[in-house]
Structure formats: structure tokens, C-alpha cells
């Protein structure tokens, strides 16, 4: 029987493994993951999506809520919530205008904090 000489066979294949590594390791360096800006989601008929309340939110507390259309934050007091995302909040006063609310009544509205870009809780109020 013929011999070969293996020492120089595992001499190629140790070569061989490594630039095979080296090669993969250029490749995934350069590969770069990227999303097209105009995707689309679409949902199957019936489907619905949930919001939940952030579960920090507590009654009583202050919060600067600033929503997805730009604009300052508004600070609303939670007057109340709900589990689905819906809040009620005393509106604050320099969102309305005194000459429309009777003595010493202030407005609450319903918002949905699920959607908010962000939610920071404010120090409470001196009085």
C-alpha cells in the first residue's frame, strides 16, 4: 500500500479551515442589515391591537405626556385609569380658559397614554 503523507494533508486542512473562517468573517462584516422606509403592516381582518396602561402610572400623580405629533409635553394629574390605556386626567390650566369652568371646578378628559411617545412623571405640586 502506498502512504500518504499525512502531516502535509493536516497542514492544508488547518490552512484551509482558516481562511475558510476568515473569508465568512470578511463576508458578515460587510454584510449590513437595512429596512425599507415605506413598509407596510397590514392585519388580518378581525385583528385587533392593545395598548395597555404603563403599569408606573398611578392615580393622583403628575405626568408630562408628550404625544407622536410633536409639540411640548403636557402635564395632566391622573384622575383616573383604566387597563387598556385610557387615562382620565384633570386638564391642566393653562389648557383652558377660567372664564368657561364654574368656581373651583376644573375639566377632566380621556386620554390614551398606550400611544404616547413619552410619559414622565412630575414632582407633585406645593399646594
Known amino acids: 500500500m502506498a502512504q500518504f503523507p499525512t502531516r502535509h494533508l493536516q497542514g492544508l486542512g488547518a490552512f ?36 395597555s396602561t404603563p403599569p408606573f402610572i398611578e392615580v393622583g400623580k403628575r405626568y408630562a405626556i408628550t404625544w407622536g405629533g410633536g409639540g411640548p409635553p403636557q402635564t395632566y394629574t391622573i384622575k383616573s385609569l383604566r387597563p ?27 386620554l390614551h397614554v398606550g400611544i404616547a411617545t413619552s410619559v414622565q412623571e412630575m414632582r407633585p405640586l406645593p399646594y
Open 16 to 51: 484551509a479551515i482558516a481562511a475558510a473562517i476568515t473569508v465568512a468573517v470578511g463576508i458578515s462584516l460587510q454584510t449590513r442589515a437595512s429596512a425599507d422606509g415605506q413598509e407596510t403592516v397590514r392585519l388580518a381582518a378581525g385583528t385587533s391591537v392593545a395598548h
Open 84 to 110: 387598556d390605556g385610557w387615562v382620565e386626567v384633570l386638564v391642566a390650566e393653562d389648557n383652558v380658559d377660567p372664564a368657561f369652568l364654574p368656581p373651583g371646578q376644573t375639566p377632566s378628559r380621556w
